[in-house]
């Protein structure tokens, strides 16, 4: 199995630039979510879902949004690219909740570096 | 809100010897799952251990073991007989239910 694949791995884009970064899970999990790590921050959550159709914010949500046609893809969209966000996006999946699924473990993609100048 | 806090931004070790990464947590939650991740140069975040907050066990896996105290809302890792490949980023973690409420991190460097 492929995991979570997250593409493309680095992007560089210019201020105002929209773009998407893909996110594809093939574990069938219901649960995904979108974080961005920035230098001594650790990382933070942008948005989540809990299943097909069903998202909800997270700590940090502005700037990005963020949908869920299907069980495998959870895209996180920013609109309008500023320097503030400029990250390493992390893709992560679990087949039910962290806490509600009893400490089931994130399956994490390998991230995508984002630079925006 | 949940928070956990990683007061050790750096931490160094020679190997095979032992070394502790502190980690404290707040939560009004009387049940709930702790983590520790790795991340190597790789970028890759890998899972090094779990603790489930109602069994007073420590949770142990190989090398790595915690130190879990309910009561204080802490739990540390400890690495034992370090390798250089244990040199990486280290992040603890707490559920909020559905994702994860991450400190900032402990990077580890191990000395030959």
């Known amino acids: 199995n492929a995991g979570v694949t997250q593409t493309p791995k680095f992007q560089v884009l210019k201020t105002g630039q929209s773009m998407t970064l893909q996110c594809a899970q093939d574990?069938?999990?219901?649960?995904m979510s979108w974080y961005r790590q920035d230098p001594g921050m650790g990382l933070r959550l942008i948005h989540y879902?809990?299943?097909?159709?069903?998202?909800d914010q997270g700590e940090v949500p502005n700037g990005y949004n963020v949908s869920r046609s299907t069980t495998e893809d959870f895209p996180l969209r920013l609109l309008s690219a500023a320097p503030s966000q400029t990250s390493v996006y992390f893709c992560?999946?679990?087949?039910?909740?962290?806490?509600?699924?009893?400490?089931?473990?994130?399956?994490f993609g390998n991230g995508t570096r984002l630079t925006v100048t | 809100a949940q928070t956990v806090t990683q007061s050790q931004p750096e931490m160094s070790v020679q190997e095979a010897e032992t070394v502790t990464l502190s980690c404290t947590y707040d939560?009004?939650?009387?049940?709930?799952?702790l983590f520790w991740y790795k991340q190597p140069p790789s970028r890759q975040m890998i899972l090094v251990i779990r603790?489930?907050?109602?069994?007073?066990q420590n949770a142990t896996e190989n090398r790595f073991s915690v130190n879990f105290q309910k009561a204080a809302k802490s739990f540390s890792l400890k690495i034992s007989d370090s390798q250089l490949g244990d040199a990486a980023m280290y992040f603890c973690?707490?559920?909020?239910?559905?994702?994860?409420?991450f400190g900032k991190g402990t990077s580890l460097l191990v000395t030959p």
């Open positions: 939560t009004s939650e009387s049940d709930y799952y």
């Open positions: 992560a999946s679990s087949y039910a909740g962290v806490g509600t699924g009893g400490g089931t473990p994130l399956h």
């Open positions: 603790q489930e907050a109602y069994k007073q």
């Open positions: 574990m069938n999990h219901e649960y």
């Open positions: 879902s809990v299943g097909a159709g069903i998202t």
């Open positions: 973690a707490q559920d909020s239910g559905y994702a994860l409420n």
